[in-house]
């Protein structure tokens, strides 16, 4: 258990809508990150937030947006779903002090029909 | 890129046999990097990770070598196991970056 926590674990929406992902960092991490697995696309990076502040963007939609939290927990929202994002997102967290793995949660898994 | 599903590269083994994956990385810069395990239902789970001032580094049935001449990197693991069986990531980190950049995933399938 990477004491990374996601939910939900499986998602399923119609294109058009709106969803939120939620991620509880390991106790202590400061930073959150968000990748998005996809069949073609292999593991993306997102968006990486360090206490609370945006540190990173990756190659994410304008139709994705994210937040951290005071508590540190994070946020995915993902809008205006299109088939193509189905996915598994992953959250992953580090303590953002030098060199240190990523631990990742077990992801949700989006479906858009 | 290939990963998680059809079309990753795949090395089958059999159960006490020695396995070696391969990883290749494109940026010189990259001084970070680690090897995670990612079965299937989850999320990729950290192996070991290895910097760049060092060329092996051992851990618990794993070995990796880094090969800055070639940016090569490779991950042993010694008398596999069928619980081995997954798909295998080597991510790399951009000395002033905080992320991760994931290769391709290579399938080890290892059986009994």
């Known amino acids: 258990d990477s004491g990374v926590t996601q939910t939900p674990k499986h998602l399923i929406t119609a294109t058009g809508q709106r969803v939120t992902l939620r991620c509880s960092p390991r106790?202590?991490?400061?930073?959150v990150y968000w990748y998005q697995q996809s069949l073609d696309q292999g593991l993306q990076f997102l968006i990486q937030?360090?206490?609370?502040?945006?540190?990173a963007k990756g190659n994410i939609l304008e139709r994705f947006s994210a937040q951290q939290f005071p508590d540190l927990h994070s946020e995915l929202n993902l809008s205006s779903l299109e088939l193509g994002d189905s996915a598994l997102y992953f959250c992953a967290s580090s303590s953002g002090q030098g060199r240190s793995p990523l631990h990742f949660g077990n992801g949700t898994r989006l479906t858009v029909t | 890129g290939e990963n998680v599903g059809l079309h990753l590269p795949t090395l089958s083994v059999q159960e006490g046999d020695n396995s070696i994956i391969n990883c290749a990385y494109s940026?010189?810069?990259?001084?970070?990097f680690i090897w995670y395990k990612q079965e299937s239902g989850k999320g990729p789970q950290f192996i070991i990770d290895?910097?760049?001032?060092?060329d092996k580094r051992q851990g618990q049935r794993v070995t990796v070598l880094l090969n800055k001449t070639v940016k090569h990197l490779s991950l042993q693991i010694a008398a596999t196991q069928p619980g081995d069986s997954a798909v295998y990531f080597c991510?790399?980190?951009?000395?002033?970056?905080?992320?991760?950049?994931f290769g391709k995933g290579t399938m080890l399938l290892v059986s009994p």
């Open positions: 991510a790399e980190n951009i000395k002033g970056y905080s992320t991760l950049t």
């Open positions: 106790s202590g991490d400061l930073s």
């Open positions: 290895i910097r760049s001032n060092m």
């Open positions: 940026n010189s810069a990259s001084d970070y």
């Open positions: 937030y360090y206490n609370g502040e945006e540190r």
